[in-house]
Every structure is written in C-alpha cells, then in structure tokens.
C-alpha cells in the first residue's frame, strides 16, 4: 500500500473515531457529508443530521461546509437544503446529488490534501 492510501486510510480513521472532530471539524464534516451523499444523498445527509444531531446542527454543518468547498459545490449544497421539507424536495435534491456526483473528484482531492499532511 502506498503511502498516500496509508494516509488516505488513516484520515477516515480519524474521522470514524470522531478524533477528526476534535482536531479539524470543518474537515470531519466533509468526509461526513461526502461519505453520507454517497450513501444515501442529499435528502438522507440532512435527514440523518436532523434526526441525530437535530434541525440546528445542518446550519452549523453549512457553516463549516462554507469553509471548505468550492464555491459552486456549497451552492448546490445550499440549493438542496432550501427544499429540503418542501415538495420539490426529491427533483431538486436528485439533481444536487447528480452535480455532487459529477464534482466530488474536487472533494477528493481536498480531503487527499489533507490526508497527505498527515503524520503516519
């Protein structure tokens, strides 16, 4: 295994442990997001927030998304959660995940970045 997998393992070890947190929050927060719209999408990521860390936590996880995404990935972020509750909910969300989809190579790269200043 490379060293860059090694360190690619250990960040999401990190996060799974919830030492991430600790020490990088607005990064626990994205591989929280990457990880839960690539299970369950956008709808499931502000579902699964809302019902285990309540309504408040999405907007604290907005803010610290803000922090780290591009520009146009925050925006479709943000375009996602303005439906999330409302009828156009799923077309709107299922168009933000395809957008996600198409771009998550961006987040990748971040988190890799990240990952790679990590001591072994």
């Known amino acids: 295994m490379s060293e860059n997998q090694k360190k690619w393992n ?12 600790e020490n990088d929050y607005n990064t626990f927060i994205l591989c ?4 839960g719209v690539n299970g369950e999408g956008h709808s499931g990521w502000f579902f699964n927030t809302e019902n285990t ?3 408040e936590a999405i907007n604290k996880n907005l803010s610290a998304l803000e922090e ?8 479709n972020l943000v375009e996602a959660f303005r439906s999330y ?7 709107i969300c299922e168009s933000a995940d395809d ?10 790269e971040y988190l890799q970045g990240v990952a790679n200043r990590l001591d072994l």
Do not use: C, M, N, R
């Not at 929280?32 to 990880?35: K, M, P, Q």
């Not at 989809?101 to 987040?107: C, D, K, L, T, V």
């Open 53 to 55: 860390e309540g309504k």
């Open 10 to 21: 250990k960040l999401w070890d990190l996060y799974g442990s919830g030492e991430l947190a």
């Open 68 to 75: 780290v995404l591009p520009t146009h990935l925050y925006d």
């Open 32 to 35: 929280d997001y990457e990880s």
């Open 85 to 91: 509750g409302t009828e156009e909910e799923e077309g």
């Open 99 to 108: 957008y996600f989809y198409e771009h998550e190579q961006e987040i990748i």
